[in-house]
């Protein structure tokens, strides 16, 4: 049996599949738990559908959209919005179409500015995420990121406070202030979140200047999980979130979505630019790590107290019974 199938906790998730922007009228082939899916954009909104027409197994998303279908390169055999093929060139008009004639479609939805897809059935009908949204906040997004580790040890590398003044020495930490002060984890309907954790950081987010920042971290979903920063004598508010597609086991695509309440002047392109410097510096990490799959045994490698906010992450995994990226 394919691990997906065991996997209810990611089959029905949302996953985030693409920025908004990039899906249009030329077909976009993703993956999402090992399921190809071809995504297009027509007057019925987006459809997401298996990505291989059923006549002889192309990728349709070689094809071509045309009106509200999907077109197969090979043969021409143009399928609906619902999935169901319904004009096959060859076939003689007065000839039906074989009700068998249709390819899965699956759940999609527009959100935050990304799309995202359900291969099961959703609990709702956009991820949880909006409802964490201010909307006096100005969003920037940012991604795609593929990385070729697991879904959940990137989501780990992000939830991790005392590798900063390491792998980000100069930007978001500093070695000589490596000691992390206790703080604790705390549940509330269903969002685990972290006290503030506070962390001296030389430039922490391209603009050049030294604070004590004020972190939290908070874990929504398997793959959806939120970074809020504040800093101490500052009104600047920031918030980061990580949302990863896993693809196969050991690859995932990262998407984030920062917004904060400050720089309506800044250039988007300097947050960006200081964020693939930042995730240019963990992808060498966690592309090296092993196990490959997150051990969600505790047994399995030591922690500390400062590694709460990650324990709580492998045990929420554990819970939900995530098994896709997961050892
Ligand atoms: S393979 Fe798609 S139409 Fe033949
Ligand atoms: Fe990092």
Known sequence: MQKTIRDPALWNEWHPVALAEEI????KG???LGEKIVLYRSSKGITAMRDLCIHRGVPLSLGRVQGDRIVCAYHGWEYDQSGACVCIPALPKHQAIPTKARTPTFACCESLGFVWVCLGEPSRPTPIYEDFVPSELIPLRMGPYPVQASGPRVVENFLDVSHLMFVHEGLLGDREFPEIDDYTMVEENGVFRSTE????QPDPDGRGHGVTSRYTYEI???L???????????????HLFLFVLPESETTCTAYMLQLRNYGQDIPDHVFVDFQNTLLAQDKL?????KPELLPLDL???LHLKCDRVAIA????LKELGVTFGTD
């Open 197 to 200: 954790i506070a962390v001296y």
């Open 224 to 238: 959806g999980v939120r970074l809020t920063k504040t800093a101490d004598g500052s009104d600047e508010l920031f």
């Open 220 to 222: 929504f979903s398997p």
């Open 285 to 289: 990490i966690v592309e090296n790590q």
């Open 299 to 301: 047994q399995a490698e």
């Open 30 to 32: 993703v993956c999402v």
């Open 313 to 316: 992450y492998r045990r929420r």
């Open 24 to 27: 249009g009228t030329v077909p």
